[in-house]
């Protein structure tokens, strides 16, 4: 009897003890519990971060590692380089860009060429501006231009502004003033002249015809769609063309004694990536099938041509009954030793 006293003695004890021990705690006060919140929302703050960047310093890595991979995969940064290139090689005439004025830059699945464009006029090269185009994966944008030139070709060819006609289609007035304004351009100069012929011709014919002090550069080549200058659908096309000279540049396509062969080598491999090499041209349709086809049936003949040299000589094509018209395009100082 008495152990069992005891042991309520000690719960009584122990009851109060606790009661007491409750009375004495001191809650916190609202601002101690605004100040624990506050903690607790700054500590996960500084958790989220951490993370945050755990992440991303992860994820960026594997996102440069992965996106250098796919442009590396089949060469395809270097196919895509090409096919801009070698657009502007054969749509735009007379103009050529050198490999070491040529730089890419790789982002997150995205690239970025910019080169630097060159046009011959008498016997010296010159920078005629500049191209930066865009990658998204294997998708151009359209190319920025900054051309430095006198007489650019226009932004969107047609009928009414292209500086080379062919001999099925009709003169634009502008044509008229060609030989007028050459007469005009001081003698001690050297000058650019696009060339329309009378009818359509191979290119050694047109060799054969041109006096021997100027320099024929590019070659305007019958394509069939060339008298209409739009494609089956109505879209203005681009004359295609190639240079009409051996091309020492490392870079150039044009390297080779067979320069016809490059341009429907280049025509096919455009052909194969035709919505780049559209992007990348003036013309927002080249219809690289049908005017390919066209050539291989009926060869390579030529309807115009740019040439350069001496101004003084360049007035001699005027006594050519093959040349049907001329547009004059940039003019520089003496340069021809």
């Known amino acids: 009897m008495s152990d069992k006293h005891d042991e309520e003695k000690d719960y009584q004890q122990y009851l109060q003890e606790s009661l007491k021990e409750i009375n004495d705690f001191q809650p916190y006060t609202e601002a101690d519990q605004t100040g624990i919140i506050k903690l607790g929302k700054q500590t996960a703050r500084r958790t989220n971060i951490m993370i945050s960047l755990a992440i991303l310093l992860l994820v960026v ?3 440069t590692l992965a996106s250098y991979m796919y442009y ?15 657009t502007i090689y054969v ?16 982002g997150f699945f995205s690239m970025n060429i910019n080169f630097d464009v060159f046009k011959r006029i008498g016997k010296e090269d010159y920078k005629v501006g500049s191209y930066d185009i865009d990658f998204m994966l294997d998708q151009p944008d359209f190319p920025k231009r900054s051309l430095i030139l006198d007489r650019p070709l226009d932004e969107y060819p047609s009928k009414e502004t292209e500086f080379m006609v062919h001999p099925k289609a009709t003169l634009p007035l502008s044509a008229y003033t060609g030989w007028d304004m050459l007469k005009r351009i001081p003698d001690g100069s050297v000058a650019e002249i696009y060339v329309s012929l009378n009818q359509v011709m ?4 047109l060799k054969e015809i041109l006096p021997k002090n100027m320099e024929l550069r590019w070659l305007a080549v ?14 203005p096309i681009t004359p295609l063309g190639y240079p009409a000279q051996y091309d020492p540049t490392t870079w ?3 390297k080779t004694d067979d320069n016809e062969r490059a341009f429907l080598e280049i025509l096919l491999q455009l052909k194969n990536n035709e919505a780049v090499a559209t992007k990348v041209a003036r013309a927002k349709s080249l219809a690289l099938g ?6 291989k049936k009926h060869g390579i003949n030529v309807y115009g041509a740019v040439i350069t040299g001496p101004t003084e000589e360049l007035r001699k094509l005027q006594n050519l009954k093959e040349i ?9 100082l003496w340069n021809w030793e």
């Open 222 to 235: 019958d394509t069939g769609m060339d008298a209409a200058q739009v494609d089956q659908e109505g879209v």
């Open 72 to 86: 590396a995969t089949g060469d395809r940064a270097n196919q895509l380089i090409n096919v801009a290139a070698r």
């Open 91 to 106: 749509t735009e005439p007379n103009m050529g860009l050198e490999e070491l004025r040529l730089e890419h830059k790789i």
């Open 252 to 254: 150039s396509p044009f």
């Open 61 to 63: 890595p594997l996102m």
């Open 324 to 332: 049907r018209a001329v547009k004059v395009g940039e003019v520089k």
């Open 290 to 295: 049908d005017r390919l086809a066209y050539i």
């Open 202 to 205: 191979k290119p050694e014919e």
